[in-house]
DNA sequence: CTGAAAGCGCTTACAG
DNA sequence: CTGAAAGCGCTTACAG
């Protein structure tokens, strides 16, 4: 099947390829009669423009590209960026954008990544996750004047646009609910180390486990696996004087820490009060129901998605903060038994 | 930063632009000794090929497009997708080939996505998800001449190549094992009811249910989700003369089905015996752990694209069968206990 | 083995 | 308001 091209359609309305081009993309330069005929015709036949003749004329490449850091295992078991593609493809494909998915074994691959895609001119611009405290991605995208928005922050995210959640300020409402509840002794299961909302969340919890008075406060690194989840967990609940509630950085290690509780035959949320963060479905689906963070991750994704296209069409743009994530309580969490 | 291009490495190298288009694309027509020195200059000037003037001239896109036509909710939460992402991107990247990816609402919305891809000449190719019997994307890839690997079978693939697994086969092993426990009783929370690998599953449980002499096999429709997975259990353990074993569709209908069960006061696997069918990390996080029937889906998605870059080779082929699922006995399976 | 040139299908100044 | 033409950065026959 051969494509139809504008030269074809030129040809059908008796004009030229430029008015064609005009005519299409709603440009000045043909008469309101020519244009509808035009536009017409295009339908007719079916007419797409070519992509990539577009793209060498124009410099747009009309596509977005998201490199993703993770190994297989971890991404496929993360509700987080799915939920967050989708989103980001609801407002892509409004504009009929395309997305570019590339899975990269690390940093420097990712850097690598960005550098060719760039050289290829592939991608109008991209998006960044996981951002970490310095991170070498943000002086590379910098450099390569490639326009990109930043999932993560407040700061670091140098002169790039990012979109950002307050997730100290859902921790501390956590905290302060659990201690309502009669909680004194409360840890946390973190994200990876030195991913910056790890570290935001750490400095958080610290600061107010101090002003609450709590009697202990500990923060266990994890890598958002349940393996890792499971190992925290059971080295906090091995402990004298083991904690009666655990905040965990991502709901699949929550659901790990909840049956690691219930295999050393605690109560929860009895013996033990679990909140995940990361609300997915995936938290309605344990007994008990967790407790948890959530937030509207496709819609996060829309706003990065918005704030990029701004970014390649040149306008100015920062950080845009989203809504902060809010507690659900569940069965998950309740007062601690008297000990 | 300008871009670099074959133009100015032919300048630096006191060559022609096609010589230094044959020297990086490996084709004959220039000397070892030119060659050599083209790549150099290349290399160290960060020269990446526009992709755009690349498409235009040599008809590839390098690039090949994956619709998903699911909602965002059953996306994130499916390990499935994410995993089979994966697999395929380590064969894309390897050969320099990008993954488009788009979401979409329903088949109509994907089958205009596939003429708009091929009009645009976005991808040299594309993957067909959730096949279906009598599937309308078939016949309109077929009509396009755009190569697509259909990920499922055997059969309604037309003319497309595919790859595929024997869940019939998986099935039968996995009510051989349930009778061998001693369970009459078998039920079956299915999966989307019009998917083909629904329809042959179906068929399989219900041939080896009467082959293997059941009391009864009964098959509740179901959506993937939680919800209805909880629901579809509900009404089986809420009936007279309830099932000794569940066997699910996917991990996330099983977990909610686990969930629904210990909210009943039953006991798995004591009272009931639960199997679930794709064996993500989430069966391993639920207490107990999951019986599950696995494969390793991101060597499943490494299979489709290595035919999908056949196909677009032009080379011949056909339906490739993937490994069957076996099955991982875990504590969610047990001898029903004495009614 | 090498160079000059046409062409892919668009967009966009530039003349009329 | 419209047409003819250049140009984006490659690839690939076609001459030498």
Known sequence: MKRPTIADIARRAGVSKGA???????QPGVSEATRQRIIAIAQEIGFNPNSAARALSGATANAVGLALCRPARILGIEPFFMELISGVEGELSARSYALTLQVVADPDA?????????????????????????DRRVPVLEELQLPAVVIGGPGHTGTLASVWADDAAALVETMEYLVALGHRRIARVGGLPGLL?????????????????????????????????????????????????????????????????????????????????D?????????????????????????????????????????????????????????????
């Open 110 to 134: 990712e850097i690598a990544v960005y550098r060719r895609w760039w050289g290829e001119r592939r991608v109008d611009g991209v998006f960044v996750c996981d951002l970490r405290v310095d």
């Open 20 to 26: 064609v081009s005009y005519a299409l993309n709603g």
């Open 279 to 339: 609300d997915s479905a995936l938290c309605q689906l344990t007994h008990p129901p967790l407790t948890a963070l959530g937030r509207d991750i496709p819609a996060y994704g829309a706003h990065a998605a918005r704030q990029l296209l701004a970014a390649i069409e040149g306008r100015e743009i920062g950080a845009y903060q989203d809504e902060t994530a809010h507690l659900t309580p569940r069965g998950s969490t309740a007062a601690p038994s008297p000990a």
């Open 197 to 277: 909302h790890t570290e935001i969340r750490g400095k958080a919890f610290v600061e107010a486990g101090e002003r609450l008075g709590l009697e202990q406060s500990l923060t266990v690194p994890s890598d958002y696996t349940g393996e890792e989840g499971a190992r925290a967990t059971r080295r906090l609940l091995g402990a004298a004087g083991r904690p009666t509630a655990i905040i965990y950085d991502n709901d699949v290690m929550a659901i790990a820490g909840l049956a690691v509780a219930q295999e050393m035959g605690l109560a929860v949320p009895g013996d033990l009060s679990i909140v995940a963060w």
